[in-house]
């Protein structure tokens, strides 16, 4: 028993056209897509980045603070006569160890921060390579 099989009817180039621009189309939704989610999560990364960064840099700055009170008690201290602080610990001293603490820790939390911002890119990597593909797929098919 031999089994007849149709060819399906031929059909025009406008139908294909259309198919071929409605995939394309499909293709570059998908693409979008795809970007903003990625954008979204750069976004994402690099507000935390920033957010760690600004925190490094705002302790710096207090500690920088502390250290131009130390300076002044600094002055004052070197300019008293000898023996009139009767305290074992000049308060310079203690400006100047609470100052570089908080300098150092500011300094940590900074390159820290630092580090972070390296460890991405905040560009949209993935979907440009993915747009480059596509192209080069679309210019070779010809």
């Not at 920033?50 to 600094?74: E, K, P, Q, W, Y």
């Not at 908080?102 to 993935?126: R, Y």
């Amino acid at each position: 028993m031999a089994v007849e099989v149709q060819n399906p009817p031929e059909q025009g180039i406008a139908p294909l056209l259309k198919g071929i621009v409605n995939d394309m189309g499909d293709l570059l939704k998908h693409q979008l897509t795809f970007a903003q989610a990625e954008i979204r999560t750069d976004l994402r990364k690099t507000g935390q980045a920033s957010r760690l960064l600004l925190c490094g840099i705002g302790t710096v700055a207090l500690g920088c603070v502390v250290l131009v009170f130390m300076a002044v008690h600094l002055l004052h201290w070197l300019t008293l006569p000898a023996g009139a602080d009767p305290a074992g610990l000049p308060l310079w001293s203690c400006y100047a160890i609470v100052g570089f603490l908080i300098t150092a820790t500011g300094a940590a939390i900074a390159v820290a921060g630092k580090k972070k911002f390296d460890s991405f890119n905040p560009l949209p990597d993935e979907t440009a390579k993915t747009l480059k593909e596509n192209l080069q797929w679309m210019t070779n098919s010809k």
